[in-house]
């Protein structure tokens, strides 16, 4: 049993930053696999970032390499996106993942057991 709440979002303009927090509850965190995904309107969940239960491992989406970076401090349950050089096309509801399986798929929603409730970034042009 996992919760997990993100924080962070909010407005920017294209070209500015924001860094998402996601803090989880409970005493496993460290062994959990994390995710950030994102879903606008009308559209499909999308993954974002993926990382490693112990952080030495990271995967992006194409379409943020290189502007977002995932972190990880597992002594405060919290795992980070730091995003710059934001786009519009980035604006959408940003939701923190976990998965405490023994297959992981980073990119694919399913992979993963707990979700947040979603922080919003909107980035206005």
């Known amino acids: 049993q996992v919760q997990l709440v993100e924080s962070g979002g909010g407005l920017v303009q294209a070209g500015g930053s924001l860094r998402l927090s996601c803090t989880a509850s409970?005493?496993?965190?460290?062994?959990?696999?994390m995710g950030w995904f994102r879903q606008a309107p009308g559209k499909e969940r999308e993954f974002v970032a993926g990382i490693s239960s112990s952080g030495e491992a990271t995967y992006y989406a194409d379409s943020v390499k290189g502007r977002f970076t995932i972190s990880r401090d597992n002594a405060k349950n919290t795992v980070y996106l730091q995003m710059n050089s934001l786009k519009p096309e980035d604006t959408a509801n940003y939701y923190c993942?976990?998965?405490?399986?023994?297959?992981?798929?980073?990119?694919?929603?399913?992979?993963?057991?707990?979700w947040g409730r979603g922080t919003q970034v909107t980035v206005s042009t």
């Open positions: 409970g005493r496993t965190f460290s062994s959990y696999k």
């Open positions: 993942a976990a998965e405490g399986g023994w297959n992981w798929m980073y990119g694919v929603a399913a992979s993963y057991d707990y």
